[in-house]
């Protein structure tokens, strides 16, 4: 289980929040002409990378506030959480650590792991 | 194999003697005994049969490694597969072994060790194939089950657990000498520490063994008494006995799993086991090692246990299972039973070692010497043989030939290795040692650190620097403790994995995995048949695979696959270490939420009149809403519903509609908000009016429904279907933080601060004015879709004139302390009008009558307002709401799309089902085109037969056709496509 650093209420456990998928995806305006094409991608399209990834959570139960992270897919660390009015972080301040495009070793898989 | 009782210790008198049964037997053993000790006390090695071939198994281990001694205990709710050597006896215990029948001595299954040639491994897979696919389900698999297996599931269970949380700096896993040297440095420092045994005592390898003969010039006993003391007096330091450690995850959470009655009954009704949940900074692994066995024909006999399981046996339990056992060993882990053997004044019946003597410890080989134990070096055991029981060895000494040493027990010694389980649980990585023939600790991935033996030390040489430089980042005192060795210090070892058996036969076994009877045989089968990879090799021979995880074993297997294949063991890698690290109860992960805490109930505050009133209840969500109200016992529900729905139709029926969401909506922008939320547009709506509204998700399909009340454009009160009131209120604050956050406006839950009593029938009006003389009730004062604020004997009310019948209708909001007190007086008034409560399932008929839907029964998030015939509820000229453009997309303008209508069967008296699907054809000839399905239906004594609502394609353009609606004895029923309203459809009733 996770522990998340809710920039509210600080480190709590996993349990207390909910996740909300990809973070930094604009609705797009209804005020003007929206495009099938756009349209359909904010609602169906997500983004599913194995490494480091903008994520939204909640704190269900604690504060309510939403918020943004990024989270290394690949080992499940949240590497930083920061209030949704804050500009989001460069991923490049981040080494990501992911080594094989599967993760399927060569061999037996008890060894295995994503070397830090 | 005949026991002898030792000198008494610390942990065992011989004045404590208790008594239990071991399969309806009596025995007595000592207070301290496990069940395995007692056992061997009484000179009882059989204690099972294995999982496949039914062999005779005895006690293989002193610990928790046990993969043989598996126990169902009678008297604790009959729990099953208890491990014999660490569950400890207490007064009148009920033990009973396993997977036999009709007896231990005499079980029919052992058959199975005749047709073993046949069982090997893929057999299942390969022979239940035919002749037809249900031979499986209903011959095979039931017969294979009964056969194999380990214990009975309890029938009844009544344990109890609870859940303790600890937030600590440092965990130490094991209080043994590591683990107290690590716990010793952190005396009196900053950091919070747990130092958590599985055993009782703390010690592990000074109780265990003889090896350590001096700790800083002290008899280790007493050096022992004096650091836990220090210990336990040092108040940055909590100590968990009894507490086993299964599970190491992600950001350093432990979980461990204390037994709280060691050595005595459980009592009902308290707290028998603790699941410690532990999040920790650093994790300080110190929990030794694990002697593995060796191959050899015949391994798996009773009498046969792995060396320093025997030396266990000798000092902590004060019992010699053997007066003269044989030792075989490949390594020098075994020296010091040998030394503690003689120093108990027995010796072995023969010492046997696969190493040459020039490798065999010089003092090892002087201890075997002056005390004329016949020494067997460069030299194996081809075989062990007896009935039920070892009888004798067939050893090939060094020249090549064979000797025949009769004997009654033997102690094998393959080598050990760190107990890494929890360390990979962790994510650690291992290294094969290719010296000490071990997978060894070496790249933590958390912030874990391994001492003593746990980390491949297997040598005392460099204690104190290996734990001084381990624990440098804390700063903590330095150790510098001084041990003397009674035996060597050097640990060396020769690869051995497995012996070949003497003569060549079918029967012949030589057990890989002792729990689920996996041979080496098996593992060359699977290799020749292409399984080589080690985790295809797991599943197809299921070695490793039972509840021991193959402690004792799983690292031979990769020797004997490595040599096999021709591969270094590290190119064979290893199969992954699962959490947990020994079986968990699921009472203990439950703990308490189970029963009445599994999902807490919610109740309206009418709750106890229903209770007193005949109400069925009906779950929906977490909440107890009355089904229908029983006038008798003998009143069916079909009745009950009919009289209900009735009433309310001629009368006047009463509705506690308390578990309805309401959230309350306010804030500068409340109105845009709302706008923005909802389908409906809200701008030119009257203050003090109301009206129904949707609720769609950016898909374009309606999520949710409700009454909004507009009290002013900052002031809103929206009420939600029972089950959605948790995730609307939820979408609300999601889209006012993360999309709109520029908007001013608030929201709340007010669900559980008010009750709701909904009333409607064509008497309500005179019940309320009755019950509420004071408010004007005319229809030219309280028109329909309006609500008004009041006060009744100093009691706030909400009144909003809505229906949800297609009657004239009332909703009363009130806080929900005072609700009692009103709810019984409209009872009492209305009694005279004929006013009688109803339950969810007449309000479904009734609303069903006048086409209303039910978001989730009507809906099933594939429906859009369009579908519904809902398209005036779309505030069309508003710029944006939740789901808007989606209502233009592709597949929602598509022609074909299911929309709601409905259905009634073309001859009246034909009876319709909720779930039917409506087909265009008489004739059922497949493949039959789906046109769509009914979703709710019911009798009604209103119209006089049955009437549905379904959702079929084009089902706008098909009303006024015929159509069909197929049965589940594949027959038909002609019905009717009609305008999804079968009652009042002007609405007069509802607006005069
Ligand atoms: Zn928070």
């Known amino acids: 289980m996770l522990i998340i650093n809710c920039p509210y209420c600080g480190p709590r456990d996993q349990s207390e929040f909910s996740n909300g998928g990809e973070a930094h995806v604009k609705r797009p305006d209804g005020s003007k002409e929206i495009g099938d094409r756009e349209w359909g991608e904010y609602v169906f399209i997500r983004a599913n990378p194995k490494g480091l990834f903008y994520e939204r959570w909640v704190h269900t139960h604690g504060c309510r506030k939403w918020f943004n992270c990024v989270r290394d897919t690949s080992t499940d660390e949240i590497l930083v959480t920061y209030k949704l009015d804050e500009k989001k972080p460069n991923l490049n301040n981040f080494k990501s650590v992911v080594k094989t495009p599967s993760g399927e070793p060569e061999v037996g898989s008890g060894n295995f792991t994503v070397e830090k | ?992």
């Open chain 2, 1 to 992: 194999m005949k026991s002898i009782n030792l000198k008494e210790n610390q942990f065992i008198q011989f004045h404590q003697k208790i008594s239990f049964k071991f399969d309806g037997v009596k025995y007595f053993g000592y207070k301290g005994d496990t069940i395995a000790s007692a056992l061997l006390r009484n000179n009882i090695n059989l204690v099972g049969r294995s999982f496949k071939y039914h062999r005779p198994r005895g006690i293989y281990t002193c610990g928790i490694e046990e993969p043989n001694a598996l126990v169902q205990i009678i008297s604790e709710y009959s729990e099953p597969n208890t491990r014999a050597t660490i569950k400890k006896i207490y007064e009148g215990m009920e033990i009973e072994s396993q997977n036999r029948w009709p007896s231990l001595e005499n079980d029919f299954g052992s058959i199975n060790n005749l047709f073993s040639p046949i069982f090997t491994a893929g057999f299942y897979y390969k022979t239940f194939m035919g002749p037809h696919k249900k031979f499986w389900k209903n011959l095979y698999e039931p017969l294979i089950r009964r056969a194999a297996g380990l214990g009975k599931p309890p029938k009844d269970f009544k344990g109890i657990s609870n859940h303790i949380h600890h937030n600590v700096d440092v965990t130490i896993i094991g209080g043994g000498l590591n683990g107290l040297l690590a716990a010793k440095s952190f005396i009196n420092s900053n950091y919070d520490v747990l130092l958590i045994d599985f055993e009782e005592q703390l010690g592990g390898i000074i109780n265990n063994s003889n090896k350590i003969s001096l700790i800083d010039n002290k008899e280790p006993k007493d050096w022992l008494k004096e650091t836990i003391q220090e210990i336990e007096d040092s108040k940055n330091i909590k100590i968990l006995k009894n507490t086993l450690v299964t599970t190491y995850n992600y950001i350093n959470h432990l979980i461990a799993i204390e037994d709280r009655f060691v050595g005595s009954k459980p009592i009902e009704g308290k707290v028998n086991s603790t699941l410690h949940k532990i999040r920790t900074g650093h994790t300080i692994l110190c929990n030794g090692h694990i002697e593995r066995f060796l191959s050899f024909q015949n391994n798996d006999l009773p009498g046969i246990m792995l060396s320093s399981s025997f030396e266990k046996y000798m000092c902590r339990y004060g019992l010699a299972p053997s007066k003269e056992p044989v030792i075989f060993s490949n390594n020098s882990n075994s020296n010091s039973l040998v030394y503690s053997l003689i120093k108990a004044g027995l010796k072995p019946k023969a010492y046997i070692d696969s190493r040459s003597g020039e490798e065999i410890e010089p003092n090892l080989f002087d201890l075997i010497r002056k005390n004329d134990v016949p020494l067997y070096t460069n030299s194996q055991i081809k075989g062990a043989f007896g009935n039920k029981k070892i009888e004798k060895i067939l050893v090939e000494d060094s020249s090549g030939a064979l000797n025949e040493i009769k004997c009654d027990c033997l102690c094998l010694s393959g080598g050990i290795n760190p107990d890494v389980h929890l360390f990979t649980q962790s994510k650690g990585l291992l290294d094969w040692d290719e010296k000490d023939l071990t997978y060894k600790p070496s790249k933590p991935f958390q912030p874990t650190i391994t001492l003593g033996s746990a980390s491949g030390q297997f040598n005392f040489d460099n204690l104190n620097s290996d734990v001084n430089e381990k624990l440098k980042t804390f700063k903590v005192k330095k150790l510098d403790v001084k041990l003397e060795l009674n035996t060597n210090t050097k640990y060396n070892i020769e690869k051995l994995w497995e012996v070949s058996p003497q003569k060549k036969s079918l029967w012949a076994k030589s057990f890989i995995d002792l729990q689920n009877d996996v041979t080496t045989k098996d593992i060359r089968q699977a290799i020749t048949e292409g399984f080589d990879r080690i985790e295809h090799l797991k599943r197809y021979t299921t070695n490793s695979m039972g509840t021991d995880q193959g402690k004792i074993s799983s690292i031979n297997a990769l020797g004997i696959v490595s040599d096999l294949l021709d591969k270094k063991v590290n190119e064979v890698g290893t199969t992954i270490y699962r959490p947990p690290y020994a079986p968990l109860s699921f009472s203990a992960i439950a703990g308490r939420n189970c029963y009445e805490f599994y999902d807490p109930e919610r109740k309206s505050p009418i709750h106890s009149w229903h209770l007193k009133n005949g109400a069925i209840f009906e779950d929906v969500g977490q909440w107890k809403r009355p089904w229908y109200f029983q006038i008798n016992k003998d009143e069916s529900m079909h009745d009950a519903v009919q009289r209900e729905s009735k009433n309310v139709r001629e009368n006047a029926g009463i509705l506690d509609g308390s578990t309805l969401g309401k959230i309350e909506i306010k804030g500068e922008d409340a109105l845009e908000f709302m706008n923005l939320i909802y389908t409906n547009s809200f701008t030119k709506m009257k203050q003090g009016s109301a009206r129904y509204a949707l609720m769609l998700g950016e898909d374009g399909m309606v999520k949710d429904d409700g009454i909004i009340c507009k009290i002013s454009d900052q002031h809103f009160i929206a009420t939600t279907t029972t089950g959605g009131a948790a995730t609307v209120l939820g979408c609300m604050e999601e889209y006012a933080q993360t999309e709109w956050p520029n908007l001013k406006v608030f929201m709340n839950s007010i669900t559980e601060q008010y009750a709701t009593f909904n009333i409607s029938g064509p008497k309500t009006r005179e019940i309320m004015k009755k019950a509420f003389p004071n408010i004007n009730f005319s229809n030219e004062e309280f028109p329909f879709m309006t609500f008004q604020f009041h006060e009744f004997n100093g009691t706030p009310l909400r009144i909003l004139r809505a229906s949800f019948t297609g009657e004239l209708g009332y909703e009363i909001y009130i806080p929900s302390n005072s609700a009692p007190k009103i709810w019984d007086n409209i009872q009492s008034v209305g009694k005279e009008f004929g006013l009688a409560p109803y339950g969810t399932e007449a309000m479904h008929l009734l609303r069903a009558e006048k086409g209303y839907i039910i978001v989730g029964q009507d809906t099933d998030g594939s429906i859009t307002p369009i579908d519904l015939g809902l398209s005036w509820m779309i505030g069309k000229s508003k710029k944006d709401f939740l789901g808007k453009r989606s209502l233009t997309r592709s597949d929602t303008i598509r022609e074909d799309r299911k929309q709601l209508v409905g259905i009634i069967p073309s001859n009246k008296a034909d009876k319709l089902e909720e779930g039917q699907h409506i087909i265009l054809d008489k004739e059922i000839k497949s493949p039959v085109p789906m046109l769509g399905h009914i979703t709710s239906c019911y009798h009604s004594s209103t119209l006089g037969h049955d009437f549905a609502l379904a959702v079929i394609k084009n089902g706008h353009s098909m009303i006024g056709t015929k159509a069909y609606a197929s049965t589940s004895s594949m027959s038909t029923t002609g019905v009717d496509i009609v305008k999804p309203v079968f009652y009042d459809e002007d609405n007069k009733r509802l607006v005069s």
